[in-house]
Protein backbone atom coordinates (compact mmCIF):
# COMPACT_ATOMS: atom_id res chain seq x y z
CA UNK A 1 0.00 0.00 0.00
CA UNK A 2 0.80 3.54 -0.20
CA UNK A 3 3.29 5.14 2.42
CA UNK A 4 3.47 8.75 3.33
CA UNK A 5 6.14 10.53 5.23
CA UNK A 6 5.80 13.90 6.85
CA UNK A 7 8.24 16.11 7.70
CA UNK A 8 9.62 17.20 10.23
CA UNK A 9 7.74 15.04 13.12
CA UNK A 10 8.22 17.85 15.77
CA UNK A 11 8.72 21.90 15.11
CA UNK A 12 8.81 24.69 17.87
CA UNK A 13 8.25 27.98 16.65
CA UNK A 14 8.59 31.60 17.68
CA UNK A 15 5.18 33.62 17.37
CA UNK A 16 5.60 35.41 13.95
CA UNK A 17 7.92 33.12 11.98
CA UNK A 18 7.17 31.18 8.99
CA UNK A 19 7.34 27.46 8.17
CA UNK A 20 7.15 24.69 5.60
CA UNK A 21 5.73 21.11 6.16
CA UNK A 22 6.77 18.22 4.01
CA UNK A 23 4.69 15.37 3.01
CA UNK A 24 6.32 12.56 0.88
CA UNK A 25 4.13 10.14 -1.14
CA UNK A 26 5.64 5.83 -2.00
CA UNK A 27 3.24 6.28 -5.30
CA UNK A 28 0.71 8.83 -7.40
CA UNK A 29 -2.50 9.45 -5.54
CA UNK A 30 -5.42 11.12 -6.99
CA UNK A 31 -6.17 13.18 -3.82
CA UNK A 32 -4.61 14.90 -1.34
CA UNK A 33 -5.47 16.62 1.72
CA UNK A 34 -4.17 18.64 4.68
CA UNK A 35 -5.77 18.37 7.65
CA UNK A 36 -4.81 20.21 11.27
CA UNK A 37 -6.10 18.33 14.53
CA UNK A 38 -6.32 20.85 17.56
CA UNK A 39 -5.99 19.76 21.07
CA UNK A 40 -9.81 18.50 21.14
CA UNK A 41 -9.26 16.11 18.59
CA UNK A 42 -10.76 17.54 15.74
CA UNK A 43 -9.69 17.47 12.39
CA UNK A 44 -9.98 20.55 10.40
CA UNK A 45 -9.57 21.00 6.51
CA UNK A 46 -7.06 22.62 5.36
CA UNK A 47 -6.52 22.19 1.73
CA UNK A 48 -7.81 19.59 -0.77
CA UNK A 49 -5.19 19.47 -3.24
CA UNK A 50 -4.53 17.01 -5.57
CA UNK A 51 -1.81 18.78 -7.77
CA UNK A 52 -1.27 22.33 -7.75
CA UNK A 53 -1.01 25.87 -5.50
CA UNK A 54 -4.23 26.80 -3.27
CA UNK A 55 -4.02 29.66 -0.61
CA UNK A 56 -6.17 30.35 2.82
CA UNK A 57 -4.94 33.46 4.52
CA UNK A 58 -1.66 32.64 5.93
CA UNK A 59 -1.53 29.16 4.96
CA UNK A 60 -0.71 27.94 1.81
CA UNK A 61 -0.70 24.43 -0.25
CA UNK A 62 0.97 22.97 -3.17
CA UNK A 63 1.17 19.48 -4.72
CA UNK A 64 3.87 18.28 -7.30
CA UNK A 65 2.00 15.21 -7.96
CA UNK A 66 4.23 13.91 -10.58
CA UNK A 67 6.88 14.13 -8.23
CA UNK A 68 4.69 12.82 -5.17
CA UNK A 69 5.20 15.32 -2.95
CA UNK A 70 2.96 18.38 -0.89
CA UNK A 71 4.12 21.22 0.67
CA UNK A 72 1.90 22.99 3.39
CA UNK A 73 3.16 26.16 4.20
CA UNK A 74 2.14 28.57 7.35
CA UNK A 75 3.29 32.33 7.30
CA UNK A 76 3.15 34.94 10.56
CA UNK A 77 2.58 31.45 12.67
CA UNK A 78 0.31 32.34 15.52
CA UNK A 79 -0.09 30.30 18.98
CA UNK A 80 -3.88 29.16 17.88
CA UNK A 81 -1.49 27.12 15.04
CA UNK A 82 -0.45 24.87 17.11
CA UNK A 83 -1.05 21.05 17.08
CA UNK A 84 -0.63 18.41 14.62
CA UNK A 85 -1.10 18.51 10.93
CA UNK A 86 -1.30 15.70 8.77
CA UNK A 87 -1.35 14.91 5.14
CA UNK A 88 -3.20 12.43 3.37
CA UNK A 89 -3.73 10.61 0.06
CA UNK A 90 -4.97 7.96 -1.64
CA UNK A 91 -8.74 6.16 -2.60
CA UNK A 92 -9.16 5.51 0.92
CA UNK A 93 -7.21 8.36 2.83
CA UNK A 94 -4.10 6.81 4.36
CA UNK A 95 -2.36 9.37 6.74
CA UNK A 96 0.76 9.77 7.40
CA UNK A 97 2.32 10.58 11.04
CA UNK A 98 2.04 14.03 11.43
CA UNK A 99 3.55 17.09 12.53
CA UNK A 100 3.34 18.31 16.06
CA UNK A 101 3.69 22.24 16.04
CA UNK A 102 4.05 24.17 19.09
CA UNK A 103 4.10 28.09 18.56
CA UNK A 104 5.50 29.71 21.66
CA UNK A 105 4.37 33.58 22.19
CA UNK B 1 -26.40 22.65 8.01
CA UNK B 2 -24.45 19.92 6.43
CA UNK B 3 -22.23 18.36 9.20
CA UNK B 4 -21.23 14.73 10.75
CA UNK B 5 -22.33 14.23 13.73
CA UNK B 6 -20.92 11.15 16.69
CA UNK B 7 -21.99 10.18 19.88
CA UNK B 8 -21.10 9.83 22.47
CA UNK B 9 -18.24 12.13 22.50
CA UNK B 10 -16.46 10.25 25.47
CA UNK B 11 -17.47 6.91 26.64
CA UNK B 12 -15.52 4.79 29.20
CA UNK B 13 -17.03 1.52 30.30
CA UNK B 14 -16.16 -1.77 31.84
CA UNK B 15 -14.31 -5.18 30.13
CA UNK B 16 -17.19 -7.14 28.40
CA UNK B 17 -19.78 -4.30 27.58
CA UNK B 18 -21.22 -4.45 24.04
CA UNK B 19 -20.81 -0.55 22.74
CA UNK B 20 -22.35 1.08 19.45
CA UNK B 21 -20.72 4.23 18.39
CA UNK B 22 -23.33 6.32 16.51
CA UNK B 23 -21.99 8.30 13.48
CA UNK B 24 -24.58 10.08 10.97
CA UNK B 25 -23.95 12.67 8.53
CA UNK B 26 -26.30 15.60 6.34
CA UNK B 27 -23.62 15.77 3.98
CA UNK B 28 -25.13 13.66 1.04
CA UNK B 29 -22.15 11.82 0.84
CA UNK B 30 -22.05 8.08 -0.27
CA UNK B 31 -18.69 6.90 0.88
CA UNK B 32 -18.49 6.92 4.70
CA UNK B 33 -15.38 5.64 7.10
CA UNK B 34 -14.10 4.70 10.62
CA UNK B 35 -10.80 5.59 11.60
CA UNK B 36 -9.20 4.56 14.84
CA UNK B 37 -6.51 6.84 16.64
CA UNK B 38 -4.27 6.94 19.59
CA UNK B 39 -2.91 9.62 21.57
CA UNK B 40 -0.29 11.85 19.15
CA UNK B 41 -0.16 8.34 16.70
CA UNK B 42 -1.51 8.71 13.09
CA UNK B 43 -5.35 7.86 12.11
CA UNK B 44 -5.78 4.06 10.37
CA UNK B 45 -8.78 3.10 8.59
CA UNK B 46 -10.81 0.51 10.18
CA UNK B 47 -13.88 -0.13 7.92
CA UNK B 48 -15.20 2.14 5.14
CA UNK B 49 -18.97 2.12 3.63
CA UNK B 50 -19.39 3.30 -0.47
CA UNK B 51 -23.22 2.72 -0.09
CA UNK B 52 -26.11 1.22 1.65
CA UNK B 53 -25.42 -2.19 2.26
CA UNK B 54 -21.63 -1.90 1.53
CA UNK B 55 -18.94 -2.23 4.21
CA UNK B 56 -15.17 -3.04 3.93
CA UNK B 57 -12.43 -3.37 6.01
CA UNK B 58 -9.78 -1.25 6.33
CA UNK B 59 -6.03 -1.23 6.57
CA UNK B 60 -6.37 -2.02 10.55
CA UNK B 61 -7.69 -5.44 11.77
CA UNK B 62 -10.05 -4.44 14.04
CA UNK B 63 -13.13 -6.54 15.85
CA UNK B 64 -15.45 -4.04 15.55
CA UNK B 65 -18.40 -4.44 12.95
CA UNK B 66 -20.17 -1.68 10.56
CA UNK B 67 -23.67 -1.63 9.14
CA UNK B 68 -24.76 0.50 6.50
CA UNK B 69 -28.87 0.49 6.12
CA UNK B 70 -29.46 3.88 5.60
CA UNK B 71 -27.19 6.50 3.39
CA UNK B 72 -26.51 9.11 6.67
CA UNK B 73 -26.28 6.44 8.83
CA UNK B 74 -22.99 4.37 9.51
CA UNK B 75 -22.30 2.87 13.59
CA UNK B 76 -19.46 1.08 14.78
CA UNK B 77 -20.10 -1.54 16.97
CA UNK B 78 -17.85 -3.94 19.42
CA UNK B 79 -19.29 -7.11 20.99
CA UNK B 80 -17.34 -7.19 23.92
CA UNK B 81 -15.41 -4.12 24.94
CA UNK B 82 -11.48 -4.73 26.01
CA UNK B 83 -9.21 -1.95 27.14
CA UNK B 84 -6.92 -2.93 24.55
CA UNK B 85 -10.15 -0.88 22.70
CA UNK B 86 -9.50 2.13 24.40
CA UNK B 87 -8.44 5.18 21.69
CA UNK B 88 -10.50 7.39 19.60
CA UNK B 89 -12.42 6.63 16.92
CA UNK B 90 -13.47 9.33 14.33
CA UNK B 91 -16.08 9.05 11.80
CA UNK B 92 -15.73 10.69 8.46
CA UNK B 93 -17.60 10.75 4.79
CA UNK B 94 -16.88 12.11 1.32
CA UNK B 95 -17.70 12.78 -2.11
CA UNK B 96 -14.13 13.78 -3.29
CA UNK B 97 -12.99 16.20 -0.33
CA UNK B 98 -13.27 14.19 2.97
CA UNK B 99 -14.90 15.31 6.48
CA UNK B 100 -14.66 14.44 10.06
CA UNK B 101 -16.57 13.95 12.48
CA UNK B 102 -15.80 15.69 16.60
CA UNK B 103 -14.75 11.61 17.53
CA UNK B 104 -15.60 9.22 20.33
CA UNK B 105 -12.99 9.07 22.81
CA UNK B 106 -13.24 5.61 24.33
CA UNK B 107 -11.74 4.07 27.67
CA UNK B 108 -12.46 0.89 28.64
CA UNK B 109 -11.38 -0.45 32.21
Known amino acids: GIQVEQSPPDLILQEGANSTLRCNFS?????LQWFHQNPWGQLINLFY???GTKQNGRLSATTVATERYSLLYISSSQTTDSGVYFC???????FGTGTLLAVQP | EADIYQTPRYLVIGTGKKITLECSQT?????MYWYQQDPGMELHLIHY???????EKGDLSSESTVSRIRTEHFPLTLESARPSHTSQYLC????????FGPGTRLTVL
Open chain 2, 27 to 31: MGHDK
Open chain 2, 92 to 99: ASSAGEQF
Open chain 1, 49 to 51: IPS
Open chain 1, 88 to 94: AGGGELI
Open chain 2, 49 to 55: SYGVNST
Open chain 1, 27 to 31: DSVNN
